[in-house]
Each structure stands twice: as structure tokens, then as C-alpha cells.
């Protein structure tokens, strides 16, 4: 009885501590998702994000109040292009976003690629939000990933949000280097 029940302790353990990846959008770009975070309905996404923002993919904790959203746009960003790429969605988050504090505005490398990274804190109607956004270029189009909390939940999540952001891992053979 006893070698059953540490049998199954075990087996329990291996399941809980085995993080499988998740893809974006069949590309083999991977991430893991913080532990107990699950992909959010379409009805949910549609609600957190505006319609012409919305990503396609979001997984979060049980009340969605911290997510990590990630998607493919059609914007083309080639690696020689992110400084000015930076520059722009600088200077538009700081004229479209109310409340905006930045923690992190810089050009960060990322398995193998340079993303941008913006860190901020905003305002929201019903709550402030802490936002980590990463942008870079794939096959001709705009990769992001944004992990998002309350800033009542950023503390209890942070880790395992910072976690998952150093997972993301990029097939080697589409690993763009600026020139």
C-alpha cells in the first residue's frame, strides 16, 4: 500500500512540475504558460480587449484578472527596424494611454532575437494594470506577447509571469539577427 500510494505521489509530482509548452499558432514558437493558467474563451478575449486590438490567444488564472495573451499581426518588423519601431509605439502609448508610467522602454534579446520590451503601468476604468509587452518580427509579420495583471495581483503573479517571458523559445531556423 504504501510503495502504491508513493507511486502516485510521484507520478501527482511529475505531472505538476511537467510544463508543456504552448505554440503560437503552429509556428514552433513556444512559451510556458504560468502553472494554472488556462486559455481563455473567445467570449473572454473579446471582453479584456478592445475588438481591433484583440489577440487571437490568451491563457490566464481563473478570474482572467492576469493573462498572457500572444498573437501573429500582419505588420511586417524586420530586425534593423525595431529601434524605430520602439520610437513609434513610444510615442503612441504616450499620447493613447491614460496613466502611462514606464519601467522597462528598451530593446531586449530574447532566444536568439532582439524584441522590444515595454514594462509599464496604465490606468484601466475599473483598475490600474501592470503590462510587460514583447514585439518583434516573424516571417514578415508583427510576434507579440503581452503578460498583463492587476497591480493588486502583479505581486502574487510576477515570478511566474517573468518565468514564462524567459521561455519563449524561436525555432533557430527563423531567428532573424539585425544587421
Given at each position: 500500500?504504501?510503495?502504491?500510494?508513493?507511486?502516485?505521489?510521484?507520478?501527482?509530482?511529475?505531472?505538476?512540475?511537467?510544463?508543456?509548452?504552448?505554440?503560437?499558432?503552429?509556428?514552433?514558437?513556444?512559451?510556458?504558460?504560468?502553472?494554472?493558467?488556462?486559455?481563455?474563451?473567445?467570449?473572454?478575449?473579446?471582453?479584456?480587449?478592445?475588438?481591433?486590438?484583440?489577440?487571437?490567444?490568451?491563457?490566464?488564472?481563473?478570474?482572467?484578472?492576469?493573462?498572457?495573451?500572444?498573437?501573429?499581426?500582419?505588420?511586417?518588423?524586420?530586425?534593423?527596424?525595431?529601434?524605430?519601431?520602439?520610437?513609434?509605439f513610444?510615442?503612441?502609448?504616450?499620447?493613447?494611454?491614460?496613466?502611462?508610467?514606464?519601467?522597462?522602454?528598451?530593446?531586449?534579446e530574447?532566444?536568439?532575437?532582439?524584441?522590444?520590451?515595454?514594462?509599464?503601468?496604465?490606468?484601466?476604468?475599473?483598475?490600474?494594470?501592470?503590462n510587460?509587452?514583447?514585439?518583434?518580427?516573424?516571417?514578415?509579420?508583427?510576434?507579440?506577447?503581452?503578460?498583463?495583471?492587476?497591480?493588486?495581483?502583479?505581486?502574487?503573479?510576477?515570478?511566474?509571469l517573468?518565468?514564462?517571458?524567459?521561455?519563449?523559445?524561436?525555432?533557430?531556423?527563423?531567428?532573424?539577427?539585425?544587421?
Open positions: 500500500m504504501k510503495t502504491l500510494f508513493l507511486t502516485f505521489a510521484l507520478f501527482s509530482l511529475f505531472n505538476i512540475l511537467r510544463a508543456d509548452p504552448i505554440e503560437v499558432a503552429k509556428t514552433g514558437i513556444t512559451f510556458e504558460a504560468p502553472e494554472g493558467f488556462e486559455p481563455l474563451a473567445k467570449e473572454i478575449i473579446a471582453l479584456k480587449w478592445p475588438a481591433n486590438r484583440a489577440p487571437a490567444y490568451a491563457v490566464g488564472n481563473e478570474s482572467a484578472s492576469t493573462t498572457v495573451a500572444y498573437d501573429l499581426k500582419p505588420n511586417n518588423i524586420p530586425q534593423k527596424d525595431l529601434p524605430a519601431v520602439k520610437k513609434s513610444t510615442k503612441f502609448f504616450e499620447r493613447m494611454i491614460p496613466g502611462l508610467q514606464w519601467k522597462k522602454n528598451k530593446i531586449v530574447i532566444s536568439g532575437q532582439n524584441w522590444i520590451l515595454m514594462e509599464m503601468t496604465t490606468d484601466a476604468i475599473d483598475t490600474d494594470i501592470y510587460i509587452m514583447l514585439v518583434t518580427g516573424y516571417k514578415g509579420k508583427m510576434l507579440l506577447f503581452n503578460f498583463n495583471s492587476t497591480k493588486e495581483d502583479f505581486p502574487k503573479y510576477e515570478a511566474k517573468r518565468k514564462s517571458l524567459r521561455s519563449i523559445k524561436l525555432p533557430k531556423e527563423v531567428v532573424e539577427k539585425a544587421e
